[in-house]
């Protein structure tokens, strides 16, 4: 029988893939058979240390440094990758970042900033990506959500209009894009243990205790944790699926919460 979730030597683009969501993402679909083109934007280094710890796994891996945000560099890289490595099938664009700052003290740098990241540059990345997917009518995008795609908090309103407004995207592209056999959908972690979650995650921090009480799994999640839902949205065992958000969350969304006094 077919393996529904074999991807032996498709081609997967992970942005900002060094570490944290993005490295774990790129072990679960290198551990099932893909070649991995690390991203990040901070330093040669930093990548050329993550494509050797994949390949210390056995998992075929190349970097390219790139920011997303810049078209023409996104189009340069693109254009190298294809020619260097071959046809990208499977794109995550799982390059983030968060300020946390109470909207009337935040400044519209900062606002622009965060949706720049985190909006714009799946924007960019996935058309530049897609117009291959499209010629060759096989593409598989995953936007990498957040709980702030359906919830708010405060200090995190502009992480969660771009996080909100990338659910949006993803459907859209799916609507666009889903005739040309391209599949895009959307991952949407929970809370995780990743550099991005360090300062709230401190042992004693009120929102630390606060996330554990809030998830039903009643513990922070573990980024290999997303592996599986990485591979499935990459894999010919998700080919009618599309514009899909998947929340791999230890339940957070199922429920409201409870009140303290209860187990
Ligand atoms: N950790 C969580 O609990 C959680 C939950 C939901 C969603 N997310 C999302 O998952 C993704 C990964 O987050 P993480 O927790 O691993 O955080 P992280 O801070 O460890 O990783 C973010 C990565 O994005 C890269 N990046 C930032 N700007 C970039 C740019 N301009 N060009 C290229 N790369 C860039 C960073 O260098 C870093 O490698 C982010 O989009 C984040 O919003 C995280
Ligand atoms: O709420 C925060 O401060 C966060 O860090 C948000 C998390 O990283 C994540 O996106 C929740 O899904």
Same mark, same amino acid.
């Given at each position: @029988? ?6 032996? #030597? ?11 969501? #993005? @490295?774990? @993402? ?45 078209? =023409?560099?996104?189009? !340069?890289?693109?254009? =190298? ?36 990241? !985190? ?28 709980? @702030? ?14 996080? #909100?407004?990338? =659910? ?10 889903? =005739? ?9 972690? #929970? ?11 401190? !042992? ?16 922070? &999640? ?5 592996? &599986? ?13 599309? &514009?899909?958000?998947?929340?791999? !969350? ?14």
């Amino acid at each position: @029988m077919t393996n529904l979730f074999d991807i032996k #030597g498709k081609i997967a683009l992970i942005t900002g893939s060094t570490h944290g969501l #993005g @490295m774990a @993402m790129a072990k679960g679909l290198g551990e099932a058979g893909a070649t991995i083109v690390v991203n990040g934007n901070s330093s040669q280094q930093k990548i050329d240390a993550a494509v050797a710890e994949l390949k210390k796994e056995g998992i075929n891996a190349v970097g390219y440094k790139f920011n997303v945000t810049d078209e =023409k560099e996104v189009i !340069d890289a693109i254009k =190298k990758i294809e020619t260097e490595v071959g046809p990208i099938a499977i794109l995550i664009n799982n390059a983030g970042i968060i300020k946390r700052i109470p909207l009337i003290e935040m400044e519209v740098a900062d606002f622009k900033e965060v949706i720049d990241i !985190d909006l714009v540059s799946p924007f960019i990345v996935s058309k530049h990506v897609a117009k291959g997917m499209i010629e060759r009518r096989q593409g598989k995008i995953i936007n990498i959500c957040s709980m @702030m795609s359906e919830l708010g908090r405060n200090t995190v309103g502009a992480y969660a209009a771009a996080k #909100g407004g990338l =659910k949006m995207l993803t459907k859209n592209m799916a609507t666009e894009w889903a =005739k040309y056999n391209v599949q895009i959908n959307g991952i949407g972690p #929970g809370y995780f243990a990743t550099e991005q979650t360090k300062p709230i995650r401190v !042992d004693g921090h009120p929102f630390n205790d606060f996330i554990i009480s809030r998830t039903p799994a009643a513990k922070w &999640g573990d980024p290999g944790d997303l592996a &599986g839902a990485a591979i499935f949205l990459s894999s010919k065992a998700s080919d009618f699926v599309n &514009g899909h958000i998947l929340y791999v !969350d230890g339940g957070i969304l199922a429920t409201i919460g409870k009140p303290s006094n209860e187990e």
